[in-house]
């Protein structure tokens, strides 16, 4: 994976999120472990039979009128969630996660045109929406119980020394990524925030982690609209092949699910 400049760094809010830049540069690693089994998904299909190596933009989510919910899990209509999920099976409360922060990068960083089906893909791989180990996720959007990926000794997985002696990942001899976005230590050290307005930062809730995901995508590619530039933000965050695929099979799937 490429260095990139990291910056953008955040502040607690309730409703609307405002993130302040912060200019640190830094040069991380970001592995991320794949809980969730691929699964053989399959999205519209090209003249030459071949599924988009890319997510197919996607309309914004509706906003709400009048949330339910503070954070950015309120912002997207709730008539639109409960339908939405239950044509594309993900749950109501991480759809509306994934639908929320996409309605905030459209209003912070418009030119990224980050949508929620991109997520929405990397959530299904990197952990079956939260659901991986029998995980659900309660009003509040905490992950209960955790989900932690296996250690990164450097025998089934990368090799990354312990670097946060054990207070994000429950590990001190190496690092593990944690959460519903399997994020590992340093990379949510660098884009750490509280999205759903209960004033506690937390890799293990869906509105935290999609939030500091979304914010790592748009830095990293800064146009997830077209083909280069979602290829580029989804390499920084796996550079497999296999994996971008996965989820830009995901993404197109939701996208023709959704309509």
Not at 39 to 53: H, I, M, R, S
Not at 75 to 81: I, Q, Y
Not at 87 to 104: D, E, S
Not at 112 to 121: D, F, R, V
């Amino acid at each position: 994976m490429d260095c990139v400049e990291l910056g953008e760094m955040s502040q607690k809010s309730a409703l609307f999120i405002a993130i302040a830049a912060v200019a640190v540069v830094l040069c991380v690693t970001a592995v991320y472990v794949l809980l969730a089994p691929t699964p053989a998904l399959v999205g519209p299909k090209t003249q030459l039979n071949q599924p988009p190596d890319f997510a197919i933009q996607v309309d914004l989510p509706p906003t709400a009128i009048s949330p339910v919910r503070g954070g950015v899990a309120g912002l997207a209509d709730e008539d639109w969630v409960g339908q939405v999920s239950i044509r594309t099976g993900i749950p109501p409360r991480v759809l509306a996660a994934y639908a929320g922060v996409a309605i905030v990068k459209a209003q912070m960083m418009p030119e990224c045109k980050l949508g929620w089906t991109t997520l929405a893909g990397i959530g299904l791989v990197e952990s079956d929406h939260a659901r991986h180990g029998g995980s659900t996720v309660d009003e509040s959007g905490d992950v209960n119980p955790p989900i932690f990926g296996p250690s990164l000794d450097g025998n089934s997985a990368a090799h990354i020394p312990d670097s946060d002696g054990g207070e994000i990942d429950s590990d001190s001899d190496f690092d593990r990524a944690v959460g519903p976005m399997q994020l590992i230590p340093q990379t949510w050290r660098n884009w750490h925030i509280d999205a759903n307005g209960d004033g506690v930062e937390n890799p293990q809730n869906i509105d935290d982690s999609v939030m500091a995901t979304a914010n790592y995508l748009c830095r990293a590619s800064g146009d997830m609209a077209s083909r280069e530039g979602w290829r580029k933000g989804i390499a920084a965050y796996n550079a497999s092949n296999s994996y971008i695929q996965s989820v830009a099979d995901a993404a197109n799937r939701y996208r023709a699910l959704s309509k």
